[in-house]
């Protein structure tokens, strides 16, 4: 697999070697002011196509990638049932570049297989602190994030982007990653867009395949609650009682068992809220039948 479609000079490709991917990126980088990483595990929906989207308007290359990353998968996990569907991906991506963005230059790295990336007797693990990747979801997915920033780290040091897109929607992921950036002085921009929703307010989620059609609708549950607490927040927020009465209606919501978690936190450095917080993460995980969606909502103090 090496497509090149050429469109007004530029050109989208479709590279599954990393080694072909380092030579296209050499040829290409030496005329390219910037570059763009958008990182993805593939089965696009429309979140993904809005960070692809906003990489091809700020950055004259981007990289797009899709890899089914073993590594952030526990045990016990989906990694066997994720869905891949590769020839879509490729599809939706052709089309938005055809449509829009054919003066760009665009690549696809898809890996061939799980050896491209981690060849045998890979030994090597990015692990942000603790105090970041052992709560929230880290409680559950012990071994997640150590995943996450050890294959971002590796596309980070292949591509050499100088903007990297990620999804607020992972909110947990982007401020490990922004972490790992920080503490590793990367050069890298972080770019973190809303998260795309469905017309009901559902969170896009390559997940929510899993989920029936019934599903769907409770899923909404975890939305609503989200909501709540924010218009809470808002509305208490100068009043002394502000934090007990937010916590007092998350005790109530957490009554439904079906809510792995709901935190109201500290936004930018995931501990309690301080009088010095500038932002407040309400963010929650809700299980259906095995399948744990994620969903938060961010209060930005300042800005109100
Ligand atoms: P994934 O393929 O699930 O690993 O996601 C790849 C990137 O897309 C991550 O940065 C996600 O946070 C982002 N993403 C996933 N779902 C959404 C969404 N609903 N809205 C915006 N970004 C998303």
């Given at each position: 697999?090496?497509?090149?479609?050429?469109?007004?000079?530029?050109?989208?490709?479709?590279?599954?070697?990393?080694?072909?991917?380092?030579?296209?990126?050499?040829?290409?980088?030496?005329?390219?002011?910037?570059?763009?990483?958008?990182?993805?595990?593939?089965?696009?929906?429309?979140?993904?196509?809005?960070?692809?989207?906003?990489?091809?308007?700020?950055?004259?290359?981007?990289?797009?990638?899709?890899?089914?990353?073993?590594?952030?998968?526990?045990?016990?996990?989906?990694?066997?049932?994720?869905?891949?569907?590769?020839?879509?991906?490729?599809?939706?991506?052709?089309?938005?570049?055809?449509?829009?963005?054919?003066?760009?230059?665009?690549?696809?790295?898809?890996?061939?297989?799980?050896?491209?990336?981690?060849?045998?007797?890979?030994?090597?693990?990015?692990?942000?602190?603790?105090?970041?990747?052992?709560?929230?979801?880290?409680?559950?997915?012990?071994?997640?994030?150590?995943?996450?920033?050890?294959?971002?780290?590796?596309?980070?040091?292949?591509?050499?982007?100088?903007?990297?897109?990620?999804?607020?929607?992972?909110?947990q992921q982007c401020i490990i990653i922004k972490?790992?950036?920080?503490?590793?002085?990367?050069?890298?921009?972080?770019?973190?867009?809303?998260?795309?929703?469905?017309?009901?307010?559902?969170?896009?989620?390559?997940?929510?395949?899993?989920?029936?059609?019934?599903?769907?609708?409770?899923?909404?549950?975890?939305?609503?609650?989200?909501?709540?607490?924010?218009?809470?927040?808002?509305?208490?927020?100068?009043?002394?009682?502000?934090?007990?009465?937010?916590?007092?209606?998350?005790?109530?919501?957490?009554?439904?068992?079906?809510?792995?978690?709901?935190?109201?936190?500290?936004?930018?450095?995931?501990?309690?809220?301080?009088?010095?917080?500038?932002?407040?993460?309400?963010?929650?995980?809700?299980?259906?039948?095995?399948?744990?969606?994620?969903?938060?909502?961010?209060?930005?103090?300042?800005?109100?």
């Open positions: 697999m090496n497509d090149i479609i050429k469109a007004n000079q530029k050109s989208f490709l479709v590279i599954d070697e990393k080694n072909q991917l380092q030579k296209n990126l050499r040829e290409l980088t030496s005329s390219m002011n910037s570059i763009g990483l958008v990182p993805t595990m593939g089965n696009l929906h429309d979140g993904h196509l809005s960070l692809l989207r906003q990489s091809l308007i700020e950055n004259e290359l981007t990289v797009i990638t899709i890899f089914v990353n073993p590594l952030q998968f526990g045990k016990n996990e989906d990694f066997g049932r994720y869905p891949r569907t590769l020839p879509d991906d490729q599809n939706k991506i052709l089309k938005l570049y055809e449509q829009e963005f054919s003066h760009r230059t665009l690549i696809l790295f898809a890996p061939k297989s799980i050896d491209e990336m981690y060849p045998q007797n890979f030994q090597t693990t990015i692990s942000v602190g603790h105090s970041l990747t052992q709560i929230l979801c880290g409680k559950v997915r012990p071994t997640h994030f150590d995943g996450v920033t050890t294959i971002v780290y590796k596309l980070f040091s292949l591509v050499k982007p100088h903007n990297a897109y990620f999804g607020q929607k992972d909110y972490k790992m950036v920080l503490d590793l002085e990367l050069p890298i921009h972080l770019k973190i867009l809303p998260i795309s929703r469905n017309e009901f307010g559902l969170a896009l989620s390559s997940r929510n395949q899993y989920l029936t059609g019934e599903e769907t609708i409770l899923a909404l549950t975890l939305h609503k609650a989200l909501r709540k607490l924010r218009e809470s927040l808002l509305e208490n927020f100068f009043s002394q009682s502000f934090l007990k009465k937010t916590f007092h209606l998350r005790e109530e919501i957490l009554k439904d068992e079906r809510f792995e978690y709901l935190e109201i936190l500290d936004g930018e450095s995931l501990e309690a809220i301080t009088s010095h917080s500038k932002k407040v993460a309400i963010l929650g995980v809700f299980r259906l039948n095995g399948t744990r969606l994620l969903d938060n909502e961010v209060v930005d103090i300042h800005a109100r």
